[in-house]
């Protein structure tokens, strides 16, 4: 198969339109997307990725009105946190309508709802007219993608079309919030902070709870978000790095290593992440220094990777 790069939100919408899986920019990370009402179409976002099949997708959305085309009701609290957060990184799971077939959901009652908040992802989105079901746009455990190119290199040849825009703003995943059950589950950390969602619903529940194995949300049991390279996290820059070895962090080593990033807040400390982690995959890095942050705000989103990053090899 040959894969379309594209410019225009319109031409990619036309080949997802027409039976054919396309990954479009988001504000967190590229979504590798398919019509969510045609089974046959999401199939081939399982098949592209190389996807566990137990391993539900996020439904994408433009309008407030798509959002009742694909669910049955909606909790209290699952419209503060619509009011609050749509659009936005935040993705909400609900009970399913009957338009959103089994494949979208792995067989589920609930599904996944987000409306992304890019201008890029809004024009493609309302060019479908209809909601895209979309993981992220990477191979099924490698870091998820946030530039085209890396669509591109994990992807190319196996995926319809890539509707090109610059590299995602956030660089990190939404936050996954349950609210099938009272009250809310946070069920991954992501670019909206806990803090900001306990404004807006007062009461919320982890899954996992600290030290328990993650199985609540399906896809958090695969491996996911790691580099080939091993992945150790630090308090402090290493002494000395030796080759093949690398860092990111925000304290700067007494002397420079040749494959560092130096990031000056947490913010840019997980823009830059997912595109370290490839760029040191791509020059034959063997291990990744990642110095910690404080587990606030988006820093709890950080350490969530990290940790997965370093215990899933
Ligand atoms: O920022 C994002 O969320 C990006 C962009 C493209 O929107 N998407 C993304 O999708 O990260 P993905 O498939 O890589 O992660 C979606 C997560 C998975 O852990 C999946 O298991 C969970 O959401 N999920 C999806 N539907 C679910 C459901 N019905 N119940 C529980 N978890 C669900
Ligand atoms: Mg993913």
């Not at 338009?99 to 060019?127: I, K, Y």
């Not at 925000?250 to 000056?264: D, G, K």
Request: charged residues 25%; contains cysteine; hydrophobic residues 40%.
């Amino acid at each position: 198969m040959t894969t379309v790069l594209t410019d225009s939100p319109e031409e990619a919408a036309s080949y997802l339109r027409r039976g054919q899986t396309v990954a479009f920019p988001t504000e967190t990370v590229y979504g590798l997307g398919a019509d969510a009402f045609n089974p046959d179409a999401v199939r081939l976002i399982f098949e592209a990725k190389g996807r566990p099949p137990d391993n539900p997708l996020i439904v994408h959305v433009a309008t407030r009105e798509q959002i009742d085309e694909v669910v049955a009701s909606r909790s209290a609290a699952a419209n503060r946190l619509i009011e609050g957060f749509f659009p936005g990184p935040l993705t909400v799971i609900l009970p399913k309508s009957y338009a959103v077939p089994p494949e979208v959901t792995a067989g589920l009652e609930t599904v996944a709802v987000r409306m992304p908040d890019h201008p890029v992802a809004q024009a493609f989105l309302r060019a479908c007219g209809r909601p895209v079901a979309a993981p992220s746009a990477n191979r099924s455990g490698r870091p998820s993608p946030t530039t085209w190119e890396a669509v591109r290199d994990d992807l190319d040849g196996r995926i319809g079309c890539i509707l090109r825009g610059e590299r995602a703003p956030l660089g990190l995943e939404s936050t996954v919030v349950d609210c099938t059950v009272d009250p809310p589950v946070v069920l991954r950390a992501g670019a909206v902070s806990v803090e900001d969602l306990l404004e807006a619903v007062g009461e919320l529940a982890f899954s996992p709870a600290r030290g328990e194995r993650p199985t609540r949300s399906p896809g958090l049991k695969h491996r996911h978000y790691a580099p080939s390279a091993k992945v150790i996290i630090v308090d402090h820059p290493p002494d000395e790095l030796h080759e093949q070895e690398a860092y990111i962090g925000m304290e700067e080593p007494e002397n420079p290593f040749l494959h560092q990033r130096i990031c000056s807040s947490v913010d840019e400390y997980a823009y830059e992440l997912f595109d370290f982690f490839r760029q040191c995959d791509a020059v034959g890095i063997q291990t990744i220094y990642c110095q910690k942050v404080r587990e606030e705000g988006l820093g709890v989103a950080l350490m969530d990777r990290l940790r997965r990053a370093s215990e899933n090899r």
